[in-house]
């Protein structure tokens, strides 16, 4: 479903501001149709256009023609923590804390260097 959206949006997209070099997208998923909708229009990933996904779902971003940047938060980590402090809080323990878990950016082949 992700990647049909992004297929339909990147048309949209193209046909509407032709100018737009740059596409954010909320999921790997979502990415990679607008990768291939891209490339079916003829549209040079990244010289002319940049894509970036959100997920850094390995499955998708490294196999992506090109391989697809994206924006990894580590949801492993953040879910391990979620569970440990839901099961405190089960057992009556303090209630949690704020944290903060910085996300990075893995580049790939989708994203042209700025500047």
Do not use: K
Not at 85 to 107: C, K, N, W
């Amino acid at each position: 479903m992700g990647r049909d959206l992004g297929r339909a949006a990147a048309h949209i997209v193209v046909e509407q501001h032709p100018e737009v070099d740059a596409i954010f997208c909320g999921s790997d998923q979502i990415a990679r149709g607008v990768l291939e909708t891209l490339r079916d229009l003829g549209r040079d990933v990244p010289h002319a256009i940049s894509v970036i996904g959100f997920d850094n779902w390995d499955a998708i971003a490294a196999h992506s023609r090109p391989r697809l940047t994206s924006i990894d938060m580590n949801l492993e980590r953040l879910g391990a923590v979620a569970g440990r402090h839901l099961f405190a809080a089960i057992d009556g323990g303090d209630p949690p804390t704020s944290e903060q878990y910085p996300g990075r950016v893995v580049m790939r082949d989708s994203t042209a260097p700025v500047g």
